[in-house]
């Protein structure tokens, strides 16, 4: 009997980058298609109350008691947007909402070094079937910096493409990025960097005349919908953030 264990452990060390995900998104099931993806993300946000925020969190305050990612069901939730979004064997695939990977509760004092927006993104992407493709991180640096090399060549048959807002209109399924904190300011023209930089990204979920609507996660600590101004053609413009890229997600169907 006991080499039979020893094989299977000796299986598990060498399981798949993507080995988290469920059977029909490892396979998958079905093509990594834009409704997926935009379905699986209006799903999280009905989910987490159909938060709306339009203001970028004026007057919103972090408390223990009030943030929604530290709430019996939600902290949950956010554990498994780390465990199925993140690679097998990254340490932050342990992480939830307000535990580290040792299963410690983390003061609200440093939530940021636990910052979950990325995950979000890598979950919807692996649930909706993007695969190995998709370049699954716990910051969003660093898939933004994957596809601006991509847009440069250097990637054969790239899933993401970084695109410029000036010229290019985001379509349902794309991933539109801000830089934060030191990285505010930043311009297509900086990308792709050296170095790693702090970022949020958040998935096109509709769009109507002049309004593109997104969701992201980890904004007021819960998965959020933001309303952005566009022009006639589509493109950002005007709006409170600077979204200085677009991913373009190279889906397999509609």
């Known amino acids: 009997m006991r080499k039979p264990l020893l094989l299977l452990l000796a299986l598990a060390g060498c399981a798949a980058p993507d080995a988290h995900a469920p059977p029909f998104a490892n396979r998958p099931y079905a093509p990594f298609s834009r409704t997926d993806a935009v379905a699986i993300a209006m799903g999280e946000w009905r989910l987490w ?6 203001d970028g969190g004026a007057g919103y305050v972090q408390t223990d008691a009030t943030m929604g990612e530290r709430q019996p069901g939600l902290w949950e939730r956010v554990g498994e947007y780390w465990w199925q979004g993140m690679n097998a064997r990254m340490p932050e695939a ?32 692996r649930i909706a079937g993007a695969g190995p493709n998709f370049p699954y991180a716990p910051d969003h640096a660093y898939y933004i910096n994957i596809a601006a090399r991509a847009a440069t060549g250097k990637i054969p048959d790239p899933l993401l493409l970084a695109e410029n807002p000036a010229t290019y209109a985001p379509r349902l399924g794309d991933l539109v990025c801000l830089g934060r904190n030191r990285a505010r300011g930043m311009r297509f023209a900086d990308l792709p960097t050296s170095t790693p930089f702090p970022a949020h990204c958040a998935i096109v979920v509709a769009g109507a005349p002049h309004t593109v609507s997104i969701i992201g996660g980890n904004v007021d600590d819960a998965v959020t919908m933001t309303h952005l101004h566009a022009d006639d053609e589509g493109r950002l413009a005007g709006n409170m953030e600077d979204w200085f890229v677009i991913l373009k997600v190279n889906y397999k169907a509609k």
């Open 49 to 54: 109350g159909q938060r709306v925020d339009d």
């Open 94 to 125: 342990a992480w939830t909402g307000k535990h580290d990977g040792d299963g410690r509760v983390f003061p609200v004092a440093i939530n940021g070094r636990y910052a979950w927006s990325a995950a979000f993104i890598s979950y919807v992407m």
